[in-house]
């Protein structure tokens, strides 16, 4: 791939979280992640401005302390599973380090944004937020 | 944002699909996208090797027509909508313009994947494939 073009990914904001080792991350948000910020950059306060408590959001980060070169991976680091191709995994190992977690906004202050639910890392990058997508009718 | 940090995608691969422009791409993969095949570097085949037919997965595209200048749009270019922040839109157009689709596995070959449900574009590079994820009690 050496020869392939690159894309640049730009930091928006960072991850503020009690959790600051990867260690203490739980395996999925769901599995007793504690509040956390997403610490938004001014830059991009008008891109968050429609988010609103209450709602799940998926939040994309850049997982930077990963892994690049991991291609097969062992799910869950337990030695009874058999070893999976990462992308058939959740691993943060992987060629392109981007992890997705699907939160819910607890609080919006100014371009802070106060979730539950998400595993990340304290300093990990934010890369985007999209919405859930509901059915086609909701659209 | 001047001097943060920048991170590197390297595409994985590439997408080959009917859909040529942007205009005729449907809105979303489940209104009416074609056929399309997940042509993945040879590097990477590793990785790809426990994706099976009939399975859903999580594709990651860089959608590398976007403008990355866009905070605001109006949801699906649709005038009878309020304009909303693109991080509460599914829009290509946002600072990092990653793209995110579930689609159906159809067919595996070799290092080419047949999907059914992607709207992204012929030549849209490939940047990570997840899991769909069930409960907690199947991980």
Redesign the interface.
Same mark, same amino acid.
């Given at each position: 791939?050496e020869n392939?073009? =690159?894309?640049? *990914? /730009?930091? /928006?904001g960072w991850v503020e979280s009690p959790l600051t080792e990867r260690a203490q991350a739980p &395996?999925?948000g769901?599995?007793g992640a504690p509040p956390a910020w997403l610490a938004f950059?001014a @830059? *991009?306060a008008? @891109? %968050? =401005?429609? %988010?609103r408590p209450g709602t799940e /959001? +998926?939040v +994309?980060t850049?997982l930077?302390r990963a892994r690049r070169d991991v291609? *097969?991976t062992r799910? &869950?680091d337990d030695p009874d599973r058999p070893p +999976?191709?990462?992308?058939?995994? =959740?691993s943060p190992d &992987?060629?392109?380090p %981007?992890g +997705?977690h699907r939160v819910q906004v607890v609080a919006v202050e100014g371009s802070r944004i106060l979730v539950h639910g998400l595993e990340a890392i304290d300093g990990t990058?934010l *890369?985007? /937020?999209?919405?859930v997508?509901g059915g086609?009718a909701e =659209?």
């Amino acid at each position: 791939m050496e020869n392939e073009p =690159r894309f640049e *990914v /730009v930091p /928006v904001g960072w991850v503020e979280s009690p959790l600051t080792e990867r260690a203490q991350a739980p &395996r999925q948000g769901d599995e007793g992640a504690p509040p956390a910020w997403l610490a938004f950059e001014a @830059a *991009v306060a008008e @891109a %968050i =401005r429609d %988010i609103r408590p209450g709602t799940e /959001v +998926l939040v +994309l980060t850049w997982l930077d302390r990963a892994r690049r070169d991991v291609l *097969v991976t062992r799910p &869950r680091d337990d030695p009874d599973r058999p070893p +999976l191709g990462v992308f058939s995994t =959740r691993s943060p190992d &992987r060629p392109n380090p %981007i992890g +997705l977690h699907r939160v819910q906004v607890v609080a919006v202050e100014g371009s802070r944004i106060l979730v539950h639910g998400l595993e990340a890392i304290d300093g990990t990058p934010l *890369v985007d /937020v999209k919405p859930v997508l509901g059915g086609v009718a909701e =659209r």
